[in-house]
């Protein structure tokens, strides 16, 4: 293990310690829960203006959190294993997906995990397991 | 207030998947190929998360009190685990390891300028959309 490995690693618990306060924070502020595809999604359905302002607010945060990045640090790392069609139908599984079962990473996985709903762990295995088995049939970083 | 705190939130959520690289589909795809070149990045961010979340949100249902700035928390009603939820989940399991994308990476990655993200999040918003309207429908 190199000390470039150990740096990403580093950065992988601090970016993931600012998440976790993220999530906190929201709950303790607003009461939500802070579940991307719920937040994001519910803007997509008719709701009283009230309730679309804090969610237009925490995606508009959420491109300014990574712009900020990227503008102090000059690059953001951004690499793309499959593009065309085959990532547009990754696009839809992911929507349908995260609509039916009602959360993603974040909502399941940061905030389910951590109240602890068995829901959410049943979820966050499914999904996990299901997608380790998926690369392992297509491939992975060199598909 | 609520939708304040919605924006400072959702900048600490987007500054922590750019920091931890969660941003690159490469990273996520490293962490799936459990059976290959293993990436352990993405254990670190959620241990991360959790390591937060968990304490946290046990102190905050045994506040007993309100939300700062709302009336009430608005805690997920549902508990059962069924079909949906595993359909759903396993559906969700297949396309992020084809895309390397879920839903908050996605979003937030539309600031590199990639019009392959831009249209993966204008796809899935779309799909958002279109499912809802035929769970409407069937119920």
């Not at chain 1, 069609?85 to 039916?100: D, K, M, N």
């Not at chain 2, 690159?24 to 979340?53: K, N, Y």
């Amino acid at each position: 293990m190199t000390l470039a490995d150990d740096i990403i690693l580093f950065r992988g618990l601090l970016g993931g310690l600012l998440i976790g306060t993220s999530a906190l924070l929201l709950l303790l502020g607003t009461g939500r829960i802070a579940g991307i595809s719920g937040i994001a999604g519910g803007l997509t359905r008719d709701a009283a203006s009230g309730d679309r302002a804090w969610r237009a607010m925490f995606v508009l945060g959420l491109l300014a959190g990574a712009a900020t990045y990227l503008l102090s640090t000059g690059s953001l790392e951004m690499r793309l294993v499959t593009e065309g069609p085959a990532l547009y139908v990754a696009a839809a599984f992911v929507g349908i997906g995260t609509r039916l079962g009602q959360g993603c990473t974040s909502g399941h996985g940061v905030c389910g995990l951590g109240r602890r709903s068995p829901r959410s762990l049943v979820a966050t295995i499914t999904f996990i397991a299901v997608a380790i088995v998926t690369v392992f049939i297509i491939g992975g970083v060199a598909r | 207030m609520n939708a304040l705190t919605a924006g400072f939130t959702g900048f600490l959520f987007g500054l922590g998947l750019a920091i931890s690289n969660m941003l690159s589909p490469a990273r996520v795809i490293g962490f799936l190929d459990l059976f290959g070149t293993w990436d352990p990045t993405l254990a670190l961010v959620m241990g991360g998360a959790i390591l937060v979340t968990i304490p946290g949100f046990a102190w905050a249902k045994s506040r007993k009190d309100k939300p700062w700035f709302a009336g009430e928390f608005s805690w997920p009603s549902q508990s059962e685990i069924d079909m949906p939820l595993i359909l759903g989940a396993a559906l969700f399991g297949v396309g992020w390891a084809i895309g390397g994308l879920c839903p908050g990476p996605a979003i937030a990655a539309m600031t590199s300028g990639s019009l392959e993200v831009i249209a993966f999040v204008a796809v899935m918003i779309a799909s958002w959309w279109a499912t809802d309207r035929v769970i409407a429908a069937r119920t």
